[in-house]
């Protein structure tokens, strides 16, 4: 195993052995009850779904038919669950809740509830929405939501939203493309030079979410030429890319230029942005001029590329 895995390995252990702690999943009876944290877990999806028989159950949960089985036997013989046969097929025997099942159950639940709450409240807001935010991550990554597919919002930018747009160009051009601080510095120039000279009948900036999460952004601002404007900071975050996010953003900027009366939009990439490009070619963009240069501590070769509207 390489080291930088053998990190990362280590780190994801680390993090679950503290989780699992902090939760209390290592006492004896879940939460302080009588139950198992797998007792709890079956009464649990049993409480939650009509019409369940075992081998959903085992389905659901990935337990082995048998391990299940043993387990139900022993749940019915405390009296917490029962067997149905269905009406309508007789080989069907369906799993539910004793009244005493369904009261431990609801024992669990709030026991649960309190716990949370007494996490929750040991936290400001702002650490409350981090920590929330992190988890959804982690549901996304680790439990394939992110397979499933993912609806967004645009919106015109609001106080706050330029820092994020510097912040992040920062980051993620770091990170994947190794730029220095000098393109940082540029992205907050362009930003305060377009909110110093705003005009929303000329001018805008569009923020993408999803799931209440800034998720990418692009502007469009007006030159000296009054009839060319220019695009500019299309940025799409990675949990964002594959939706065809990037190529919203860059047609709603086309309509909002055709609708104030440009005859040509105009904008500066290059040619290692790939997907950028990829997405100006398909709406229609022409690539006019490229030139050498040294920028952002790289060699590269700057693009511009204009659409005649």
């Known amino acids: 195993m390489k080291d930088d895995l053998r990190q990362r390995v280590s780190a994801v252990r680390r993090f679950n ?4 702690r902090k939760i209390g999943l290592l006492q004896e009876g879940l939460l302080d009850s009588p139950y198992s944290l797998t007792e709890a877990r079956i009464l649990f999806e049993i409480g939650s779904n009509t019409d369940l028989t075992a081998s959903q159950l085992s389905k659901a ?9 043993r387990i139900l036997a022993r749940l019915e013989k405390r009296k917490l669950i029962e067997k149905i046969r269905s009406k309508t097929d007789g080989r069907q025997m369906f799993l539910r809740l004793t009244q005493k099942g369904e009261e431990g159950l609801d024992f669990l639940n709030r026991r649960a509830d309190n716990e949370i709450s007494q996490i929750l409240d040991a936290l400001s807001e702002e650490e409350q929405n981090r920590l929330l935010k992190s988890m959804e991550a ?12 993912q609806t967004y919002i645009l919106r015109q930018h609001e106080p706050g939203d ?5 912040y992040r160009h920062g980051v993620l051009y770091a990170e994947e493309y190794g730029w220095n601080e000098e393109f940082e510095a540029l992205v907050a120039k362009i930003c305060a030079d377009f909110l110093s000279n705003y005009d929303p009948k000329r001018e805008r900036c569009w923020m993408a979410e999803m799931d209440g999460e800034v998720v990418g952004s692009v502007f469009l601002a007006q030159t000296v030429d009054k009839e060319i404007a220019r695009l500019r900071v299309l940025l799409v975050e990675p949990q964002g890319r594959g939706t065809g996010l990037g190529t919203r953003l860059v047609e709603e900027c086309i309509k909002f230029a055709r609708r104030a009366g440009y ?6 990439t290059y040619s290692v942005l790939e997907s950028a490009r990829r997405i100006y070619e398909k709406t229609g963009f022409q690539l006019v001029n490229e030139e050498k240069r040294h920028d952002y501590g790289h060699e590269l070769t700057g693009q511009t590329w204009e659409l005649n509207l």
Do not use: Y
């Open 17 to 20: 052995r503290g989780f699992v």
């Open 162 to 166: 330029m820092g994020w747009i510097i």
């Open 138 to 149: 982690i549901e996304n990554l680790l439990l394939e939501r992110s397979k499933s597919p």
């Open 61 to 69: 949960l990935g337990f082995d038919g048998g391990h299940l089985s």
């Open 263 to 268: 005859r040509k939009i105009t904008l500066w």
